[in-house]
Structures are given as structure tokens and as C-alpha cells.
């Protein structure tokens, strides 16, 4: 894990009730603020990402996201493993109490960074993939007079039905393997894991994925392979009560569900001042295209812009696919 840095929040009441006694918010910067304090761009995690997977897929010399240009704030959702989690929050008899943390209970954590921490009163650009992207959507609505540009790629400003029942399997393959114990488990549920890890394989690309054999680049030669090469690797490194954690957080996705909009999503969306560029990608099962474009319609300066890619929803992490994601946001950062 490369070089961070924490913000502690004390006495954090939370959203949906529940309390932490300290939170300890992880963060890396990158680049330098200039004089005039407007170059500033918030990259906030996705699902099991941290601040390093977000440099490595987003960030560069040779990007749209350049540190050299720009001052690039990378946060960790909580219950990510370094911000403040179920693994690393308490005693591990304790571990499955987690309280529940929203997506809103986040981004507010992040503007105490933002504003109080880093003295930054308005940001050049949010952005943010998957979950990430659901904090951009956040943010634009919780703190518009802070963020001047909103680019969410492949996320949703609200989890639609269809979404829940994939992470309703998800939550069933972890919490069925016996060995989860309810959440206080010895040890890890590896049952689970692998089981959550071979749905995860066939929402996280796409149906031309597999028929066109992509999965080949990964160095795997049948279906079956590519869920034991790379799937279950990536998941067997993170704490299931971490994973239910953010699951819950992304099941619970939102901008309206708040003392602000009194869950009227499109008062929500309309609340959007920032100039905004919607990217979903056309072959993502989890936030298609049709529900960013009826996001983009109640925006007022918003506007939908499709990617193609057989890589469905994890089109960012496909070398070949960069070139689409990067041209709206140089778009909005030069405008």
C-alpha cells in the first residue's frame, strides 16, 4: 500500500442511526494546489477499491487526470479495509455490529477533508467510478455550490431494483456459508467467498466478454478458469464483513434520501448545478444506459454520453477503453 494520509472525525452520528466514536478517513493527494486554489479534483473509491487501484486506473502524466496540472484528492470509502471497517474498527468479537453507513454519511465525511482539512472551497472536478461514481452523483446533489463539474462513470445516482437483486446474491453467498457465523466468524468464509466471487464473474463485464473469449487476455482458456484465476483471487483478499459492509452501502444508494430532497429524486437531480457528463457503458448490467439517460433529462446541465465496450461494467480497468473515459474529462476540466 503506497504512502496515505488519515483524517480523524470524532463522535460521527450516522445517517441511518448508529454511531462511530472515531472515524478514521483515508486519503492520498496527489499533484499541488495552485495559488488560486482551483485546480482540485476529488476521485473518491469504488466497491473494494482504495486509493492506490484509483490512482492506477485513473490517474497519470498521460491522462486526463494529470498531477501535474492538477491536485487530485483520492478517498477511501469506509469499510474499504483502510478507512475505518469492520476490520480494522474493533475487537474482532465485535466485528459483525458494524453500524450502517451510507453513501451520504461519506461524502459528508469527505467535505470535513475537503473544506476543513484541505481549505479547498470549491472542486474543479468530482469523479469516480461504480460506487465511486455514486458519490460524484452525491456530492453534485449534497454540496452543489462545492463542485463545479461531475463526471460519474458506470454508476447510478440511485440503486435501481434490478441491481439490488445482484447484490441480494451476493449477500446470500456470504451469509449462507456457515462459516460466516452471522458475521463473527473465525475465520474467513471461504465457501462464500468463491460463491460471491463466480456471481460477481458473470455481472462484473459482459455477455460479448465470454462469447468473444476477452477473458483469454487474463491468461485463462474456459469459464471456469477465469472464475478460479482472477475472481476468486480478488475477493479472497477482503474481509466478508467488509464486503457486506459496502454492499449495504451501495445497495442503499440514494441522493434523495435525505433532509434536503425527502427522497424526490428528481428534485434531487434538478439540485445538480454542475456540468455534468454521464458515462455509463453500453454493456454494464448493473447501471445501464437507460437509467443515465433518464438521469441526464432532470440535470440541468447535464448530459448522457455513452461508452462501448465489451468489458460492460469494468470498461475503466481496459486499457483500450481510455480514450473514451478521458475525453470528457478533459472536457470539463479545460471548460
Given at each position: 500500500?503506497?504512502?496515505?494520509?488519515?483524517l480523524?472525525?470524532?463522535?460521527?452520528?450516522?445517517?441511518?442511526?448508529?454511531?462511530?466514536?472515531?472515524?478514521?478517513?483515508?486519503?492520498?493527494?496527489?499533484?499541488?494546489?495552485?495559488a488560486a486554489?482551483?485546480?482540485?479534483?476529488?476521485?473518491?473509491?469504488?466497491?473494494?477499491?482504495?486509493?492506490d487501484?484509483?490512482?492506477?486506473?485513473?490517474?497519470g502524466?498521460d491522462?486526463?487526470?494529470?498531477?501535474?496540472?492538477?491536485?487530485?484528492?483520492?478517498?477511501?470509502?469506509?469499510?474499504?479495509g483502510?478507512?475505518?471497517?469492520?476490520?480494522?474498527?474493533?475487537?474482532?468479537?465485535?466485528?459483525?455490529n458494524?453500524?450502517?453507513?451510507?453513501?451520504?454519511?461519506?461524502?459528508r465525511?469527505q467535505?470535513?477533508?475537503?473544506?476543513?482539512?484541505?481549505?479547498?472551497?470549491?472542486?474543479?472536478?468530482?469523479?469516480?467510478?461504480s460506487?465511486g461514481?455514486?458519490?460524484?452523483?452525491?456530492?453534485?446533489?449534497?454540496?452543489?455550490?462545492?463542485?463545479?463539474?461531475?463526471?460519474?462513470i458506470?454508476?447510478?445516482?440511485?440503486?435501481?431494483?434490478?441491481?439490488?437483486?445482484?447484490?441480494?446474491?451476493?449477500?446470500r453467498?456470504?451469509?449462507?456459508?456457515?462459516?460466516?457465523?452471522?458475521?463473527?466468524?473465525?475465520?474467513?468464509?471461504v465457501?462464500?467467498?468463491?460463491?460471491?466471487?463466480?456471481?460477481?464473474?458473470?455481472?462484473?463485464?459482459?455477455?460479448?466478454?465470454?462469447?468473444?473469449?476477452?477473458?483469454?487476455?487474463?491468461?485463462?482458456?474456459?469459464?471456469?478458469?477465469?472464475?478460479?484465476?482472477?475472481?476468486?483471487?480478488?475477493?479472497?483478499?477482503?474481509d466478508?464483513?467488509?464486503?457486506?459492509?459496502q454492499?449495504?452501502?451501495?445497495?442503499?444508494?440514494?441522493?434523495?434520501?435525505?433532509?434536503?430532497?425527502?427522497?424526490?429524486?428528481?428534485?434531487?437531480?434538478?439540485?445538480?448545478?454542475?456540468?455534468?457528463?454521464?458515462?455509463?457503458?453500453?454493456?454494464?448490467?448493473?447501471?445501464?444506459?437507460?437509467?443515465?439517460?433518464?438521469?441526464?433529462?432532470?440535470?440541468?446541465?447535464?448530459?448522457?454520453?455513452?461508452?462501448?465496450?465489451?468489458?460492460?461494467?469494468?470498461?475503466?480497468?481496459?486499457?483500450?477503453?481510455?480514450?473514451?473515459?478521458?475525453?470528457?474529462?478533459?472536457?470539463?476540466?479545460?471548460?
Open positions: 500500500m503506497s504512502h496515505f494520509e488519515t480523524e472525525i470524532p463522535n460521527v452520528m450516522l445517517q441511518k442511526g448508529g454511531y462511530l466514536p472515531s472515524v478514521q478517513l483515508a486519503y492520498k493527494t496527489l499533484g499541488k494546489l495552485n486554489r482551483d485546480n482540485a479534483v476529488l476521485v473518491p473509491s469504488w466497491y473494494t477499491g482504495t486509493h487501484s484509483t490512482e492506477m486506473f485513473m490517474v502524466p491522462r486526463a487526470l494529470d498531477p501535474g496540472k492538477y491536485f487530485i484528492i483520492l478517498t477511501d470509502l469506509l469499510a474499504n483502510i478507512s475505518t471497517s469492520p476490520s480494522n474498527a474493533a475487537a474482532p468479537a465485535d466485528r459483525g458494524f453500524p450502517k453507513v451510507t453513501v451520504h454519511d461519506n461524502v465525511l467535505q470535513i477533508l475537503v473544506r476543513e482539512k484541505l481549505g479547498i472551497e470549491k472542486l474543479r472536478l468530482v469523479t469516480g467510478w460506487m461514481a455514486c458519490q460524484t452523483y452525491q456530492w453534485a446533489a449534497q454540496f452543489p455550490g462545492m463542485v463545479r463539474a461531475a463526471c460519474p458506470a454508476g447510478s445516482a440511485k440503486t435501481a431494483d434490478y441491481n439490488k437483486v445482484f447484490l441480494l446474491a451476493l449477500r453467498a456470504l451469509e449462507l456459508d456457515p462459516a460466516f457465523n452471522d458475521g463473527f466468524y473465525a475465520h474467513a468464509p465457501r462464500g467467498i468463491k460463491a460471491f466471487a463466480a456471481i460477481y464473474a458473470g455481472w462484473g463485464t459482459s455477455e460479448p466478454f465470454f462469447r468473444n473469449a476477452v477473458f483469454k487476455a487474463f491468461g485463462s482458456y474456459s469459464t471456469a478458469e477465469h472464475v478460479a484465476d482472477f475472481w476468486e483471487p480478488f475477493f479472497l483478499r477482503c466478508a464483513n467488509n464486503l457486506l459492509s454492499l449495504w452501502t451501495w445497495e442503499q444508494g440514494d441522493i434523495s434520501d435525505n433532509a434536503t430532497y425527502k427522497r424526490d429524486y428528481p428534485a434531487a437531480l434538478r439540485g445538480i448545478t454542475a456540468r455534468t457528463i454521464i458515462l455509463p457503458v453500453d454493456n454494464d448490467r448493473y447501471f445501464p444506459p437507460a437509467d443515465a439517460r433518464t438521469e441526464a433529462r432532470y440535470i440541468p446541465n447535464g448530459e448522457c454520453r455513452v461508452l462501448k465496450s465489451a468489458w460492460g461494467h469494468m470498461a475503466p480497468m481496459n486499457a483500450g477503453d481510455i480514450a473514451q473515459i478521458d475525453a470528457p474529462l478533459a472536457e470539463l476540466l479545460a471548460d
